[in-house]
């Protein structure tokens, strides 16, 4: 394809950017070939120009199509360059927030800075046994096939895990080591799995620290070497360190930390066991608070500690050698606050009473002066002399760093040791699978020279990494027979040889090591000097002559120089070591016994060579050449695996979650090595595709004819049509291998051809739609034209006669308006005469009132001005009057003054004065009163004279006003008296519309009123009975919520019990799996045993009877009992009751041989009284006799009792044929007659029955008189014996009164018998009264011992609390045991008792029936005998099969082992094996024999069992057998005699109840075995299942080709279109033939439907997981095909009758995952829909569908990121598990329903076919 073909409009490319990198742009403008300038267009609608150089023509990169971005393999890009791949990075990291992506066969992990749910057990499950195509990338696919190349190559692996610090190098390796303890089982030894896990912890605390860019960042190197062995189980491990930071321990960036162990002990330094070593906050040692950052978020340092030392616990390391290394540890941090004092310029000292320097050599066991003394002085050796020198202040504290370092290091290396002594197995390791967990390329702004080790450490590993891809490319080529050119990739040998070859960087820096006077400056200076000019990948920076810079294959570095000598040395002053030598610290010396031992080693070696004299400062390593070694080796161990390699990518700086920042990105991609991957692919043929997969992805590019049965040559015909250019693909055996860019070139081309499909089908749909619109506008329009004219038609007929009309209206109209002018005019006329005469009288009237009222005024005013000279005359008058009075008051005024000035006057005038001067006052004082009230009153008089008054004026201007608008309306009277009239003709019509009107009101009213009055009543009934209807709602609505609440309880206990039951029976079935793994050792143990002592066998074990021996022999083999077994498991769980269990059965073996030599005792004194008791027999005839009659009044009753059942049951029949008869009626009262009768007949012979049996007893009391049984009865009448009587004589002739004699007596020791079996139970009520109170006085001794063990308990720690709970929980088991051991001996006694009576009994029996026949023989012979008709009975067989008790073994051969289950299920009836197993234990019932019972049971549930184990893996052999214990487990209690089930069963089933054994233990036993077997069915049908149903529900496509799958890249998915895929009908036809195999078989109906429903539960997990965990299934039309799947599955279930099963549920998540897919996700209702539809699934399950969803055509759209955080605010509120994978090992809890058999045991055949005829039919 030509550039101007990719390069046309609209073609997207991308640009380099400085802040992005890269920057998406699109083309405005077609390219054509000599152009210098593209013109694009930005995002952001920015347009640009883009330069082209004509020499390069460097066009900018393509972009790859929508549709393969965000792919999981970097590879599958079709255009592969640096913008692609961090495009398509960025896109599933920030966008998907997907952390892991291939490259080829690299997985890319971007550290997520969050936790994620990806790393739980069920992911490790579905992750285990795929491919590594077949899933989404992950760290566990890569274990996956890490550990699946070992298992199939037999060769060992290494995953290589590198990237920078932070980029989560510590947790990928973590992840990887719990994938491979998870997946594989231990083998020899417990726990090697957690042992290996628990190495991490103690790593970490030792080797990890917080710095500016990770919380958790691993300062040191590790490889860690898991061993397998043959059966690929971990057997141990092994642990390689290399280049630990040390300078760390001494000195801490800014918001850094040192090693987490030393904030972990002062995090804990108040723990009692830490007291000694003085510790406290971090803050207060120099080693730890030079960063001033102690604490890190979310992390318990004191927490932290205790998950290390119980790591410590779990490798081994006891609690002494934890201590020590914590001790040592804690001198660590006392020694850097060590101060040392500046005396001069060359000399220090340190204070005597320096604390930290004596709890320093305290903890160290070692002298405080000569530790002080050293610190501050160094030896200095010549040839002759020794000389102590003293140190300046900064090479004093530089000593105790280098001190503090080399003890730290040196601890670190004894405790990496220890775990590797604690991982090491004793078994030979097979194969292992090594991780390495190591530094990425670093360059800082100042590289020293850690720097430099870990970027040669780089170079090394890149090498490696380069050669194995280029291998990978080289070999896939040849494989597939393409021609291919050597392919050009970056070689860093040459960097390699610049370090480490002779006379590089390491020789020249070890050389001048060993100068005496050699320094950083000489050693750059010969660096210059020596690989300036001759390596091109050495040089020198411009302005330094103390640094250099290497070219690497990642970045050029600039190292100072400065520390490389020192670092390199790693010297420490040896003085300071000798002190610690001399220590008495145990873990100290062993610290330094290395530093003993290379002196030897090494004097040994050069006095062999010769080269003696050498010292160990000139033997010793420096660190580069240590480090040189150990990655020498560790190249070689890489180099001789298979490796897998993980890049950690760091994507942001900030610790900031799915950001990703695109330079620091691009960065290590370009340093780890990824893009070199791509380049070398690039280089290539990138995309390769299988033929198969290239025919479905582009049969839409070809024609019909075109298509061939050969596959191959159909897909070389199209691309010979498509692509011209043959070198841009060539054709393999298996693939077709295409160029970069041809595969979106043929994309394109799909897009296209599909695209124009869709035209097409556009053009014609939308045709269709246009003339189908056409057609029904133009049938509209004749419909609306046709209404139309008629409407107008009827309208001018309408307007005619309306225009006819309206002439004889107007005719009317205008004759009515001039006669009614007319009359207006008239009567205007009239109402103007009328007001002018009015107004005229008015004008007359007016001037008559006015001049009389002219007259009036007159008169008032003259009457006015006579009453006011009237009123001056009398004042005057009045004036004169006080003028006179005032003269004669004066005159007498003074007349009274002088006579007051006398005395006789004053005395006269004081008689008397006080009293008047009193009434005075009080004259005054009610003067005043009177005052006052007078001027109120006089107040209120004017206010309400001034309100009057101004309330007059008022209204005088409202007169006035009145008057003036009166005057104004005079004017307009005329007009108005016109209206007024006018107004009042209105108003007479209004009175009479009124008053007709107030009479329909009226009427209205009356009846408005009963209609009110009916509704009111109405009313009244309606609320009534609202009142009922509430009272019965509330009623109801109480009903309800009780109910309600009793169905949630139900509920809730059902689902309790569910739970209950599943814990139980995958308890059950764990246990069952440990018998089966005890049983499978101790065979082989017995093989081992037989093998090395020949001749020792085993005898079986006999049966026992009792319960706890039945208990204990459940499930075990013949010849092995299973007590060892018992006591191995208990052992397992707790030790402590195990040994008192043992004790215990101990105790009990002796008591059963103790119990056997009794009963061999017992039974010889039985035999001793017998042969006395036979010497002293009499006769017992009569006794015979009377047992005779006592036998046919039994059978004569017995006769009546089956008639009066017959009667009964003729009467209650409703199935026959005549219907009972009604009561009243004649045979109901004849009926009752006979009942009656034989009612009083039953009493009378009871009655007889009674008087025989006082009589019998009699009898015996007399014959046992004189034994040891009659000592206790006195009998004073002498009765004759029956001997004397005549046998020959009537019996009618017998004495009356002698019987009733007899009788009496009878009845009187009948009642002796009846009183004493009272005081019996009364003793036995008075002892089990006292048991009671016994037991309620220990129930409420153990409550108030747990009530203070509670209060103990509260008070005591979490760890004591549990402790102390576990010790009291074995108490109490233990005496729970003993108590039941205590019970049990008692009831073996009583039984032994029972026993040994019934045996007695029945022997004596026996004996009497001797007796009696051997006399009753002549006399019956003698006897008149009628004579009778015998008559031979039909053969009733009873149910049973009789076998002799050494058959079991060929009974169960021939049923159980030999059986052949698929001849069974077509030729006989369902569970014979069954049936004849239960018809044998009948027999054994039926002869009373317990050990036969115990035997057969057992023998069948161990040889079924066998059976299982060794056809587990065949589906018809479990499903018969569980068809079989299921039908034995019926039988037992159908047959148990138990009332409630007797009624479902028929009379002759219940006469084949069994009589002698309860066996309800042993319905539990076959209860746990049938769940067992369920069990290992439904392991079986996952086992055939599995590999269908992702093939069948998710693979497999219905339609090829238009919606296939996208293009893969390197890692192809295993089963990926295959030519005969598995469909959903293969899946449904295997479900069939369990279903008809299991129906066959006779399983029960309601066990078929929960095996369906665990199955179709299974096929929903399974298949939902893999959609979670598959992106490439993650689309619309991949949940179009799972519905379409679900669909039949539902349609096979409706078929069969199984939709009520509970299947269908179990479909759910799967049905709404499926409807998630194809739902609309754009806007908030959709989100608001998806909530409400996926009540199923849990909102993990939910983001992770609408993360993964993947368009995989161009017309389908990505779920945006802020739907995804819509939905994720709407489910924030559920409350679900977090969990998002379904439980696929989870198996419903089973429940057997009983079930009855209808088969009839009598009428069971035994064909002759199973070879059983030693069993015989009863």
Same mark, same amino acid.
């Given at each position: 394809m030509a550039a101007s073909e990719l390069y046309s409009k609209y073609a997207r490319v991308w640009l380099p950017d400085a802040a992005e990198v890269w920057k998406s742009a699109e083309l405005i403008k077609d390219y054509t070939p000599g152009d210098l300038k593209l013109t694009l267009q930005l995002d952001d609608g920015t347009e640009v120009e883009y330069k082209i150089d004509p020499k390069t023509n460097n066009l900018p990169p393509l972009r790859n199509p929508n549709i393969l971005v965000g792919e999981n393999d970097l590879t599958a890009l079709s255009y592969l360059h640096e913008p692609a791949v961090l495009h398509n990075l960025k896109v599933r990291f920030v966008d998907s927030r997907l952390i892991y992506t291939y490259c080829g066969i690299v997985l890319v992990a971007i550290n997520p800075y969050e936790s994620l749910p990806i790393y739980e057990a069920d992911i490790i499950s579905a992750y285990s046994g795929q491919n590594m195509g077949d899933m989404d990338p992950h760290i566990f696919a890569v274990a996956e096939e890490a550990y699946k190349q070992m298992a199939r190559d037999e060769r060992n692996q290494s995953i290589i895990v590198s990237g920078e610090s932070g980029a989560?190098?510590?947790?990928?390796?973590?992840?990887?080591?719990?994938?491979?303890?998870?997946?594989?089982?231990?083998? =020899?030894?417990?726990?090697?799995? !957690?042992?290996?896990?628990?190495?991490?912890?103690?790593?970490?605390?030792?080797?990890?620290?917080?710095?500016?860019?990770?919380?958790?960042?691993?300062?040191?190197?590790? *490889?860690?070497?898991? +061993?397998?062995?043959?059966?690929?189980?971990?057997?141990?491990?092994?642990?390689?360190?290399?280049?630990?930071?040390?300078?760390?321990?001494?000195?801490?960036?800014?918001?850094?930390?040192?090693?987490?162990?030393?904030?972990?002990?002062?995090?804990? &330094?108040?723990?009692?066991?830490?007291?000694?070593?003085?510790?406290?906050?971090?803050?207060?040692?120099?080693?730890?608070?030079?960063?001033?950052?102690?604490?890190?978020?979310?992390?318990?340092?004191?927490?932290?500690?205790?998950?290390?030392?119980?790591?410590?616990?779990?490798?081994?390391? +006891?609690?002494?050698?934890?201590?020590s290394i914590y001790q040592i540890l804690a001198a660590i941090l006392h020694l850097s606050n060590v101060e040392v004092k500046d005396q001069s310029a060359d000399r220090c000292s340190i204070l005597p009473d320096n604390i930290h320097l004596s709890v320093f050599c305290e903890l160290m066991g070692v002298p405080c002066e000569e530790m002080a003394h050293w610190l501050c002085h160094r030896k200095l050796k010549t040839t002759t002399e020794t000389y102590v020198k003293s140190v300046s202040k900064i090479n004093a504290v530089n000593g105790r760093n280098a001190l503090a370092k080399h003890i730290y290091a040196r601890l670190f290396s004894r405790i990496v040791d220890s775990i590797n002594v604690a991982l090491k197995s004793a078994a030979k390791q097979h194969s292992f699978i090594g991780v390495l967990d190591i530094y990425g390329f670093e360059t800082f702004d100042v590289n020293s020279f850690e720097q430099f080790c870990i970027n040669y450490a780089n170079e090394k590993l890149q090498q490696q990494f380069n050669q194995h891809v280029f291998k990978l490319e080289q070999e896939e080529y040849m494989k597939e027979g393409i021609p291919w050119t050597l392919i050009d990739f970056y070689d860093n040998q040459p960097c390699i040889n610049l370090i480490e070859a002779k006379l590089g960087v390491l020789d020249l820096l070890d050389e001048e090591c060993k100068m005496p006077k050699g320094s950083d400056d000489t050693w750059a200076q010969k660096m210059y000097n020596t690989l300036l000019k001759q390596n091109a990948h050495f040089d020198k920076p411009r302005m330094s002559n103390r640094a250099f810079i290497i070219h690497h294959f990642a970045d050029k570095v600039e190292y100072q120089c400065e520390g490389f000598l020192e670092k390199n040395k790693d010297t420490v002053n040896e003085e300071q070591i000798n002190v610690l030598k001399n220590s008495k610290f145990d873990l100290l010396l062993k610290l330094f016994e290395d530093d003993e031992k290379a002196p030897s080693s090494t004097n040994k070696r050069t006095s062999v060579t010769g080269r003696a004299g050498q010292t160990q400062r000139e033997t010793k390593k420096t660190v580069g050449l240590q480090f040189r070694q150990s990655l020498h080796l560790l190249m070689d161990t890489l180099n001789a695996t298979t490796p897998h390699y993980v890049r950690c990518i760091k994507p942001n700086d900030d610790k900031a979650s799915f950001t990703l920042d695109p330079v620091r990105a691009m960065q290590q991609l370009r340093a780890c090595g990824v893009l070199e991957t791509i380049r070398i692919s690039a280089a290539g043929f990138p995309s390769r595709w299988t033929y198969q997969e290239f025919f479905s992805r582009y049969r839409v590019l070809m024609k019909q004819k075109d298509v061939l049965p050969d596959r191959k040559q159909t897909c070389k015909n199209l691309l010979g049509k498509l692509i011209e250019d043959q070198d841009k693909y060539q054709f393999g055996k298996n693939k077709i291998f295409f160029r970069a860019g041809q595969v979106a070139y043929l994309e394109k081309l799909r897009s296209d051809k599909l695209r124009m499909a869709c035209v097409r089908i556009q053009k014609t749909i939308r045709c269709w739609l246009a003339r189908k619109k056409f057609l029904r506008m133009r049938e509209s329009a004749i419909t609306i034209q046709r209404h139309v004219r008629g409407h107008q038609a009827r309208s001018y007929v309408k307007f005619l006669r309306w225009t006819r009309a309206a002439v004889v209206i107007q005719r009317n109209v205008r004759m009515w308006a001039t006669r009614r002018h007319y009359q207006q005019q008239r009567s205007a006329a009239i109402t103007i005469q009328c007001f002018l005469r009015a107004y005229m009288a008015k004008q007359q009237y007016h001037k008559l009132m006015f001049e009389q009222k002219a007259v009036v005024i007159q008169k008032w005013m003259r009457g006015c001005l006579a009453r006011r000279r009237y009123r001056c005359t009398v004042a005057a008058i009045i004036l004169l009057q006080s003028c006179v009075r005032r003269m004669r008051a004066k005159k007498d005024f003074k007349k009274l003054k002088v006579e007051a000035r006398s005395v006789e006057h004053f005395k006269k005038l004081n008689f008397g004065m006080e009293n008047k001067i009193m009434q005075l006052q009080h004259k005054i004082d009610e003067q005043h009163k009177e005052n006052r009230e007078l001027s109120e009153r006089l107040n209120a008089v004017e206010k309400t004279f001034s309100v009057e008054r101004e309330k007059q004026s008022r209204e005088i201007q409202n007169l006035r006003r009145s008057e003036q608008e009166a005057r104004a309306k005079a004017e307009t009277v005329p007009s108005l008296l016109q209206q007024l009239t006018f107004l009042q003709h209105e108003l007479e019509n209004t009175r009479r519309e009124k008053d007709d009107l107030e009479e329909q009101t009226k009427v209205y009213k009356e009846q408005t009123q009963q209609v009110v009055e009916e509704l009111n009543m109405k009313n009244s009934l309606l609320n009534s009975e609202k009142d009922e209807l509430n009272k019965v709602i509330l009623e109801q609505a109480q009903q309800l919520t009780e109910i309600k609440t009793n169905d949630s309880n139900t509920k809730q206990m059902e689902r309790s019990l569910a739970e209950e039951r599943s814990r139980y029976q995958s308890l059950l079935s764990?246990?069952?799996?440990?018998?089966?793994?005890?049983?499978?050792?101790?065979?082989?143990?017995?093989?081992?045993?037989?093998?090395?002592?020949? =001749?020792?066998?085993?005898?079986?074990?006999?049966?026992?009877?009792?319960?706890?021996?039945?208990?204990?022999?459940? =499930?075990?083999?013949?010849?092995?009992?299973?007590?060892?077994?018992?006591?191995?498991?208990?052992?397992?769980?707790?030790?402590?009751?195990?040994?008192?269990?043992?004790?215990?059965? !101990?105790?009990?073996?002796?008591?059963?041989?103790?119990?056997?030599?009794?009963?061999?005792? $017992?039974?010889?004194?039985?035999?001793?009284?017998?042969?006395?008791?036979?010497?002293?027999?009499?006769?017992?005839?009569?006794?015979?006799?009377?047992?005779?009659?006592?036998?046919?009044?039994?059978?004569?009753?017995?006769?009546?009792?089956?008639?009066?059942?017959?009667? @009964?049951?003729?009467?209650?029949?409703?199935?026959?044929?005549?219907?009972?008869?009604?009561?009243? &009626?004649?045979?109901?009262?004849?009926?009752?007659?006979?009942?009656?009768?034989?009612?009083?007949?039953?009493?009378?012979?009871?009655?007889?029955?009674?008087?025989?049996?006082?009589?019998?007893?009699?009898? $015996?009391?007399?014959?046992?008189?004189?034994?040891?049984?009659?000592? +206790?009865?006195?009998?004073?009448?002498?009765?004759?014996?029956?001997?004397?009587?005549?046998?020959?004589?009537?019996?009618?002739?017998?004495?009356?009164? =002698?019987?009733?004699?007899?009788?009496?007596?009878?009845?009187?020791?009948?009642?002796?018998?009846?009183?004493?079996?009272?005081?019996?139970?009364?003793?036995?009520?008075?002892?089990? *009264?006292?048991?009671?109170? /016994?037991?309620?006085?220990?129930?409420?001794?153990?409550?108030?011992?747990?009530?203070?063990?509670?209060?103990?308990?509260?008070?005591?720690?979490?760890?004591?609390?549990?402790?102390?709970?576990?010790?009291?929980?074995?108490?109490?088991?233990?005496?729970?045991?003993?108590?039941?051991?205590?019970?049990?001996?008692?009831?073996?006694?009583?039984?032994?008792?029972?026993?040994?009576?019934?045996?007695? *009994?029945?022997?004596?029996?026996?004996?009497?029936?001797?007796?009696?026949?051997?006399?009753?023989?002549?006399?019956?012979?003698?006897?008149?005998?009628?004579?009778?008709?015998?008559? @031979?009975?039909?053969? /009733?067989?009873? +149910?049973?099969? $009789?076998?002799?008790?050494?058959?079991?073994?060929?009974?169960?051969?021939?049923?159980?082992?030999?059986?052949?289950?698929?001849?069974?299920?077509?030729?006989?009836?369902?569970?014979?094996?069954? *049936?004849?197993?239960?018809?044998?234990?009948?027999?054994? #019932?039926?002869?009373?024999?317990?050990?036969?019972?115990?035997?057969?049971?057992?023998?069948?549930?161990?040889?079924?069992?066998?059976?299982?184990?060794?056809?587990?893996?065949?589906?018809?052999?479990?499903?018969?057998?569980?068809?079989?214990?299921?039908?034995?487990?019926?039988?037992?209690?159908?047959?148990?005699?138990?009332?409630?089930?007797?009624?479902?069963?028929?009379?002759?089933?219940?006469?084949?109840?069994?009589?002698?054994? /309860?066996?309800?233990?042993?319905?539990?036993?076959?209860? #746990?075995?049938?769940?067992?077997?369920?069990?290992?069915?439904?392991?079986c049908m996952e086992d055939i299942l599995q590999p269908l149903i992702v093939a069948s529900m998710l693979e497999h496509e219905s339609i090829q080709g238009v919606l296939g799958s996208k293009p893969t890249g390197l890692r192809k998915r295993s089963t990926s279109y295959p030519e005969e895929g598995v469909t959903i009908e293969v899946l449904l036809q295997r479900i069939s033939q369990f279903h008809t195999t299991m129906s066959q078989h006779g399983i029960d109906p309601d066990l078929i439907k929960q095996v369906v429903k665990q199955q179709f539960y299974n096929i929903c997990a399974v298949t939902l997981n893999h959609l979670l965990l598959r992106k490439d299934m993650c689309s619309w039309s991949k949940g179009l095909q799972i519905r379409y799947n679900v669909w039949q599955l539902e349609e096979w279930l409706m078929e069969r009758d199984l939709i009520d099963c509970g299947a269908k549920e179990t479909l759910e998540p799967l049905i709404q995952a499926a409807q998630l897919l194809q739902i609309k996700k754009k806007t908030e209702a959709d989100a608001q829909a998806i909530c409400s539809m996926c009540t199923a699934l849990t909102t993990a399950q939910i983001v992770k569908v609408l993360t993964l969803y993947t368009p995989v055509i161009e017309f389908e759209e990505r779920v945006p990121t802020t739907f995804i955080t819509t939905v994720k605010e709407l489910l924030k509120d559920r409350v679900e598990s977090t969990t998002l994978m379904m439980d696929a090992k989870m198996i419903f809890s089973i429940t057997f329903t009983f079930t009855p058999s209808s088969v009839a045991l009598e009428t069971i055949q035994i064909p002759a076919s199973l070879n059983l005829g030693f069993l015989t039919r009863i």
């Open positions: 989560g190098k510590t947790v990928s390796a973590k992840y990887a080591m719990r994938y491979f303890a998870t997946v594989s089982c231990s083998s =020899g030894e417990a726990n090697v799995e !957690e042992r290996v896990l628990a190495s991490s912890p103690i790593m970490e605390a030792l080797g990890n620290a917080k710095t500016t860019r990770n919380d958790n960042s691993s300062r040191f190197g590790k *490889y860690i070497e898991i +061993g397998f062995d043959k059966k690929h189980c971990i057997i141990g491990a092994n642990v390689r360190t290399y280049l630990l930071e040390k300078s760390r321990v001494v000195f801490q960036a800014h918001r850094e930390r040192n090693y987490h162990i030393f904030y972990q002990l002062c995090a804990s &330094s108040h723990l009692p066991e830490f007291k000694d070593f003085k510790l406290g906050c971090a803050d207060d040692f120099h080693y730890t608070n030079q960063g001033q950052s102690p604490i890190i978020d979310g992390v318990d340092d004191a927490k932290e500690l205790c998950d290390t030392r119980k790591a410590f616990s779990l490798l081994g390391i +006891g609690e002494a050698d934890q201590m764990e246990h069952l799996h440990l018998e089966e793994r005890h049983r499978d050792l101790k065979e082989e143990l017995d093989q081992n045993t037989s093998s090395s002592k020949s =001749g020792h066998k085993r005898t079986d074990s006999s049966y026992s009877s009792n319960s706890s021996e039945f208990s204990q022999s459940l =499930g075990s083999s013949d010849d092995s009992p299973v007590q060892t077994e018992d006591e191995t498991q208990a052992m397992v769980d707790l030790p402590v009751l195990l040994k008192l269990q043992r004790r215990v059965k !101990e105790l009990e073996q002796d008591k059963q041989s103790l119990w056997q030599q009794l009963d061999n005792k $017992e039974e010889a004194q039985q035999e001793k009284a017998k042969e006395a008791e036979e010497q002293k027999s009499v006769s017992r005839a009569e006794l015979d006799l009377e047992r005779l009659k006592r036998q046919e009044l039994q059978s004569e009753n017995k006769k009546l009792k089956q008639d009066l059942d017959e009667l @009964r049951k003729s009467l209650t029949n409703e199935d026959s044929e005549m219907m009972p008869p009604v009561p009243g &009626s004649l045979p109901y009262n004849i009926l009752l007659d006979q009942l009656s009768s034989s009612n009083e007949e039953l009493e009378m012979r009871k009655e007889e029955v009674l008087l025989l049996r006082s009589h019998m007893v009699r009898q $015996e009391a007399l014959k046992h008189k004189d034994s040891a049984l009659g000592e +206790g009865v006195k009998l004073d009448l002498d009765i004759p014996s029956f001997q004397e009587v005549d046998r020959s004589t009537d019996i009618h002739t017998l004495n009356e009164d =002698g019987e009733l004699w007899l009788a009496y007596e009878g009845l009187k020791e009948t009642n002796r018998v009846l009183e004493c079996q009272m005081q019996e139970q009364e003793r036995v009520y008075s002892e089990k *009264y006292r048991k009671l109170l /016994e037991e309620v006085n220990k129930l409420k001794d153990e409550k108030e011992q747990q009530q203070k063990m509670l209060a103990q308990s509260l008070l005591l720690s979490e760890d004591a609390r549990v402790e102390a709970s576990l010790k009291h929980e074995i108490t109490r088991l233990t005496n729970e045991n003993l108590e039941l051991m205590e019970q049990q001996e008692k009831q073996d006694k009583s039984m032994r008792k029972l026993k040994k009576q019934l045996k007695f *009994y029945i022997k004596t029996v026996e004996d009497f029936e001797a007796n009696a026949q051997q006399k009753s023989n002549p006399s019956v012979t003698n006897a008149p005998l009628r004579a009778v008709n015998i008559t @031979r009975k039909e053969k /009733e067989y009873k +149910g049973m099969l $009789e076998y002799r008790q050494s058959d079991v073994s060929r009974l169960l051969k021939s049923v159980v082992t030999e059986l052949k289950p698929r001849g069974v299920a077509v030729s006989f009836i369902p569970g014979l094996p069954a *049936y004849i197993i239960f018809m044998c234990l009948r027999y054994a #019932d039926n002869v009373n024999d317990d050990q036969r019972v115990s035997a057969l049971l057992n023998s069948t549930i161990t040889t079924v069992k066998g059976v299982i184990k060794r056809k587990g893996n065949d589906f018809e052999v479990v499903s018969f057998w569980l068809a079989n214990t299921c039908r034995l487990m019926h039988c037992l209690k159908q047959y148990s005699g138990d009332e409630v089930i007797m009624k479902q069963n028929t009379s002759k089933q219940n006469e084949h109840c069994l009589t002698n054994f /309860e066996l309800s233990e042993y319905q539990q036993v076959l209860g #746990d075995l049938a769940i067992q077997i369920y069990r290992q069915l439904i392991k």
